[in-house]
């Protein structure tokens, strides 16, 4: 008795979980990264494989930029500009800077300087 309760349950889970994907416009569905100056939320970029995604990122004034390690190896973020270079960071470790004028903000990791990118901050 119960495990037919059971299976019926998951049935109509089935169910449901099918009509909602196959709508494709439901609420909270927006691809993230579809809005790039979202007030306070902060820029992601990527370390993975030597390699920082997206090189070259894009930010507000006064927006941020947020950088996760998600490589084996460790990477840290040196500017060229007078701004200190971040941490060494290791697998999962971030680091974040926020950009207070506008203008094109080249940098590269301190430890692998071949691996570059840059961030373009517009007003
Ligand atoms: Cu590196």
Redesign the pocket.
């Known amino acids: 008795m119960n495990i037919r309760r059971v299976v019926l349950g998951a049935a109509m889970s089935l169910i449901f979980v099918v009509g909602c994907g196959g709508g494709g416009t439901g609420t909270g569905a927006s691809p993230a990264g579809a809005t790039p100056a979202a007030g306070a939320d902060a820029v992601e970029v990527t370390?993975a494989d030597?390699a920082f995604t997206p090189a070259e990122a894009t930010a507000a004034v006064g927006g941020a930029v947020h950088w996760t390690n998600n490589?084996s190896?460790?990477?840290?973020v040196s500017w060229a500009d007078e701004e200190p270079e971040s941490n060494d960071l290791d697998n999962g470790d971030d680091y974040e800077r926020t950009f207070d004028a506008a203008g094109t903000y080249e940098y590269a990791?301190?430890?692998?300087p071949t691996?570059t990118g840059s961030v373009t901050v517009t007003q």
């Open positions: 370390i030597f490589d190896a460790p990477h840290s990791c301190g430890i692998h691996m």
